[in-house]
């Protein structure tokens, strides 16, 4: 009964602030509409090579141009000078440039080494279309070449980028409402004296915090219904697993980023404070997770204990519940990383929740 | 109902620089109206919040209505009405709302709109917190110190930075709280406000208790009943040269001499006489009971107000 005014209370003043309720719920709404309609196109980005022209261009100089094209890459014509300035820029992941006045002494390809990815792939289209150009003006037959497809690992059923952003959409929306704004407005509360009134009544602490976890939980919700409903309208995505396994992952993972939120609530004194220490923690997370970058070549220590961060497992369990179909069954022990990393989180959350 | 509803027994608390409360002793019989009275820093505010159990004192024993923190914390609370110094509430949460939320936290709690009524906050009782004037605000802190129908209640500063006729009619709740047979523990470093509300008294100043009585008694114990005033125009001059010319001390505040006699008709003849042969050029003379305020500048040789 407590806890029910609790929940009830914390909905009614939540509601007041209409502002930040209309952004909680129409950001991630906005964000999909926008990524999902940028990279409508099902092929994805194009790779891009720079091409310098030659001074004095040469039968060779076309026919390679005309390779490059027909290889699917787009091909980035400059002057020699304007290529070095977007090279010093290193916007340039590959720029080809002939030795030389033209194509007949041969060329060089030049690879930004922090784009090495996409230059890489950029380099093997490149020496393809060379190979071809030469047949061409020599009159041979053009080299066989292996048939490429570009697809997403693992998403069978779903067809385009919208359909991959979603769940990442959803992931990351309750992380950073767990450890942002549920954590800073804890810290702003007790900051401005808030919490203090609180104390001197015999209200648990714990009633306090667990109304915050159900009315946030709610907000979630909701805000993943909105984003399913709209991708669903605007993009056609369905959720290929049962909604039920969804909303307890999301339930999971609702629960351990916002004890994350209060435990880390405790440490800080001031809202300055708290955002440089959940960005000490909210960084690592994520370029840990395997979100941006693969960790195939980091020393063997950090693996393993990358292994047992919580943000990769409930990611992942998410997308393969909503993009495969797929049941729980496979996904046992990174969701009790996650409850292990939640119950942690609480007791800490507990510990060390001050009212003033 | 033998048990005092407050006793304190060598209450110390230092902070990192400062040591805000320095052995303090206190008993507060049930029913009274309890004040703490002194000026800003004394640690009276501290001293309130280790009894309502928001700071841990370094020593000490507490006894809150035969109570102890430790193992009887929640019952404590809901036996205790708090008004902190500054209370801060959700900006967007009505009056109404606060009570009963509140409320609800209790076992036992008063009805809303009886509170509202008492704190007379009626016609406000559906607005937003942050729209209240500060008055209101200090009204509604009251109202929620109330919202248990509390035994003890704790009212710090209550009505500092009011107008005066929001102060007088915050006094009016306080003694309808005396009425109603509640104990209640004040601090303020008004005196005016000491002597028209509290049964009884302690001073404090710098973490210390430095007297406690009744507001008369504390006067009483002066033995300097009267306190004839000479008033200028600008600064008051230096007293000491007539001083000497008098045979009494005199001080200066402000714009004005003070002349503390137990016998004002003896003296006005005298004073005047003085005054007239060392041409002070005085504007008016006042005769004044002594106040609590003169108890303190006795006591510690300071102003309340510095």
Known sequence: MMLWRQFASEWRLYSRDRVAMFWTFAFPVLLLLGFGTIFKDDSGPKLAVVRVQSPVPTAIDGALDKALTDLQLKVLTLSK??????????????????????????????????LMA??????????????????????????????????????????????????????????????????????????????????VTPLPKWIFLLGQVLHRLTVTVIQAAILLLVGRLAFGIQNQGSFLNLLFIMTLGTGCFMAFGFALSGFAETSEGYAAISNLVFFPLMFLSGVYFTLDSAPAWLQHTVAFLPLSPFLRALRAVFNDGAGLTGHGFGLLIVVGWALAAFALAVRRFRWA | MSTPALCIRGLRKAFPKVLAVDGVDLEVARGEVFGL?????????????????????????????????????????????????????????????????????????????????????????????????????????????????????????????????????????????KGEGRTVVLTTHYMDEAEALCDRLAIMDRGQVIATGTPASLIAELAIPSVVELTFEGTAPDPAPFAGRLGQPVERRADLWEIPTPDPKALLPRLLEAAEGAAIPFQQVHIRRATLEDVFLHRTGRSLRE
């Open chain 1, 118 to 199: 996409q230059a890489g792939a950029t380099a093997g289209l490149v020496n393809q279309a060379w190979l071809v150009a030469q047949a061409r003006l020599n009159g041979a037959p053009e080299p066989n070449r292996i048939p490429v497809q570009v697809e997403s690992p693992g998403h069978k059923r779903s067809t385009n980028y919208a359909s991959f952003l979603l769940p990442g959409l959803l992931g990351l929306n309750l992380v950073s409402m767990g450890l942002f704004s549920v954590g800073m407005v804890n810290v702003s509360y007790r900051e401005k004296g808030k919490f203090r009134r609180l104390a």
């Open chain 1, 81 to 114: 000078s304007e290529a070095e300035t977007r090279w010093s820029k290193g916007e340039t992941a590959a720029q080809l440039e002939p030795l030389g006045s033209g194509g007949g002494e041969g060329y060089r390809l030049r690879l930004n080494s922090y």
């Open chain 2, 37 to 177: 009275l002194g000026p800003n820093g004394a640690g009276k505010t501290t001293t309130l919040e280790i009894i309502e159990g928001l700071t841990t004192a370094d020593a000490g024993e507490i006894e809150i209505l035969g109570l102890t923190w430790g193992r009887q914390g929640q019952e404590i609370r809901s036996r205790i009405g708090v008004q902190l110094q500054s209370t801060s509430l959700f900006n967007k949460i009505t009056p109404r709302e606060a009570l009963d939320l509140y409320g609800s936290y209790y076992p036992r709690r008063r009805n809303t709109q009886e509170l509202l009524e008492l704190v007379q906050l009626v016609e406000k009782a559906d607005a937003y917190h942050i729209t209240l004037s500060g008055g209101q605000m200090q009204r509604l802190a009251l109202a929620l110190a109330l919202v248990n129908d509390p035994e003890l209640v704790f009212l710090d500063e209550p009505t500092t930075g009011l107008d005066p006729q929001a102060r007088r009619s915050l006094w009016d709740v306080v003694r309808r709280m």
